[in-house]
C-alpha cells in the first residue's frame, strides 16, 4: 500500500502565501504523475495542478501565475506553492498520485486525507 499525507494547510489573510506538502511512503515500487486537487462542500473535486515525474506541470486557470507545483522525486513528496490567495481559494486540498506497491501490476490512484485551507478577506 501507498500511503499519502498532507501538511501545511491553515488560515491566511487574502495575499498571502501557504506551501502544501505530501509525501508518499510505505511500499512503493514506482510514483509517476502526483497533483493537487480540492473540494469545497456540496460540490465535485476539482483539479488544481498536476505534475509528472519528469517535471512537466498542468494548472487549472484559476490558479495560473498564483500556485506553482514542484516535486522531489529522491523523496516522493509533491509542493504547491500558494501565493497571492483569494478566498475562494478556500477549501479542503488533496493530494493525489498514481503509482504502484511491489504487489500492484498495475498504477492505482492514492490520495490524501485533505488539508483545510482558508483565505479570510
Known amino acids: 500500500q501507498v500511503q499519502l499525507v498532507e501538511s501545511g494547510g491553515g488560515l491566511v489573510q487574502a495575499g498571502g502565501s501557504l506551501r502544501l506538502s505530501c509525501a508518499a511512503s510505505g511500499s512503493i515500487f514506482s510514483i509517476n504523475a502526483m497533483g493537487w486537487y480540492r473540494q469545497a462542500p456540496g460540490k465535485q473535486r476539482e483539479l488544481v495542478a498536476t505534475?509528472?515525474?519528469?517535471?512537466?506541470?498542468n494548472y487549472a486557470d484559476f490558479v495560473k501565475g498564483r500556485f506553482t507545483i514542484s516535486r522531489d522525486n529522491a523523496k516522493n513528496t509533491v509542493y504547491l506553492q500558494m501565493n497571492s490567495l483569494k478566498p475562494e481559494d478556500s477549501n479542503v486540498y488533496y493530494c493525489h498520485a498514481k503509482g504502484r506497491d511491489y504487489w500492484s501490476p498495475a498504477d492505482a490512484d492514492y490520495w490524501g486525507q485533505g488539508t483545510q485551507v482558508t483565505v479570510s478577506s
Open positions: 505534475i509528472s515525474s519528469g517535471g512537466s506541470a
